[in-house]
């Protein structure tokens, strides 16, 4: 699925009126199976891209196309079929507490599933090799038949990235995938994301915190800042020196690459945000 932005604006449901919009003249083009990173400091615009691109999020000025097409356009039925083939893997994936993991992944198949065969699922989960392959590819396969809530932040963050894995989209758009993940897992989960996208020839879009990673598995990064394209370049010509203008008054975000170590099962996890089912 190929993207095309141009002189795209949109501003957030709940900003006021008076603020600047969240996006701002964003121009851009994705070819089919395209691998890209947007980096940026926190309020870029980051998220906000990913709702547009997810079409979650409707644009307030300039144009968006996925295959060549207007999404905004369509029927409402139209419109719920296309979203069946976008996966949007938020950095807090809304994941059921009291569900088995092995039925969590499965959902990831449910815009290619029946009816019937969805609410069957819920009780005789199918597949379940797939479901454990998938786990597999983010080392935790061990955890196939444990509940949501008895995992730590990242094995549920790890679980939201293998529904990807398993879901019927041409379209998988990441954001924050490391944030919970010490860096051998980190690693681990870039190299399955960019590997399977790449052979699937799926198109793939991921903002990073840690620019180390991103420059490390893509080869092409876009960088965003107040709501606007800086730059949008192969990763071998994106220098320290564009790095420090990127992420200007916001150094701290540039200096601190290391990862974070993984959420232990007794600290909190952050609340899920809340998605609806489409």
């Excluded at 296309?82 to 996966?87: E, T």
């Excluded at 699922?121 to 196939?144: M, Q, R, V």
């Excluded at 198109?203 to 949008?232: E, P, S, Y």
């Excluded at 370049?233 to 220098?239: D, E, F, G, K, R």
């Amino acid at each position: 699925m190929n993207i095309e932005l141009s002189g795209l604006q949109a501003r957030h449901p709940s900003a006021s009126a008076h603020a600047p919009a969240a996006l701002q003249g964003i121009s851009l083009q994705l070819g089919v199976g395209e691998q890209v990173a947007i980096i940026g400091p926190s309020g870029a615009g980051k998220t906000t891209l990913l709702q547009v691109l997810a079409c979650a999020q409707r644009p307030t000025h300039g144009e968006f196309r996925l295959g060549g097409q207007d999404p905004w356009r369509f029927s409402t039925s139209e419109l719920r079929c296309l979203r069946g083939r976008l996966f949007l893997a938020p950095q807090v994936p809304p994941l059921p507490p009291r569900q088995r993991v092995v039925t969590s992944v499965l959902a990831g198949r449910l815009p290619a599933m029946s009816l019937a065969a969805s609410l069957r699922s819920l009780f005789y989960p199918t597949n379940i090799p797939a479901a454990y392959e998938a786990l597999n590819h983010f080392d935790l396969s061990d955890k196939l038949f444990d509940r949501v809530d008895r995992l730590s932040g990242g094995e549920r963050q790890r679980v939201g990235l293998a529904r990807a894995l398993l879901s019927p989209a041409s379209l998988w758009l990441i954001d924050e995938p490391l944030s919970a993940l010490d860096p051998m897992r980190a690693r681990l989960a870039m190299t399955a994301l960019v590997g399977l996208a790449h052979e699937r020839k799926i198109t793939m879009v991921a903002t990073l915190h840690q620019v180390d990673m991103a420059l490390t598995h893509f080869n092409r990064i876009i960088g965003l800042q107040k709501g606007q394209i800086v730059f949008d370049l192969p990763s071998a010509q994106v220098t320290r020196e564009r790095l420090a203008n990127l992420y200007e008054h916001h150094e701290h975000e540039l200096d601190s690459d290391t990862l974070q170590p993984e959420s232990d099962q007794d600290q909190a996890v952050p609340t899920p945000v809340v998605m609806h089912c489409r």
